[in-house]
């Protein structure tokens, strides 16, 4: 049995929660936007379940990479509230054991 290896590595899956691959992400940072804020607004990275758990020291790699900034000086993203989970009876008004 041979080993089942991905031929093409521009078709991994880097967030599987939204099913973006490392070339869609490498694509958008080729057209300018080296931000990882940008890059959740326009592909969604990170806003799965995870939450980016997965996909973004991934994506805050390739940023890294291609603006020549170390690691640790690419900027995340901004959290916003709600940062717990939320029932969705709270939201619309019911009782919170409902």
Known sequence: M???KCKDKDLNIVCRCEDIT???VRAYIDNGVT???QLKRMLR???GPCQ???CT???IRELSVATGKPVGEVPL???RPPT???KLGVLAGGEEDD
Do not use: A, Y
């Open 35 to 37: 931000d990882l804020e």
């Open 22 to 24: 490392i070339e869609e």
């Open 84 to 86: 717990s989970p939320v």
């Open 2 to 4: 041979s080993d089942c």
């Open 52 to 54: 980016g758990r997965t």
């Open 77 to 79: 993203t901004t959290f």
């Open 45 to 47: 990275v990170g806003m």
């Open 57 to 59: 020291p991934i994506i």
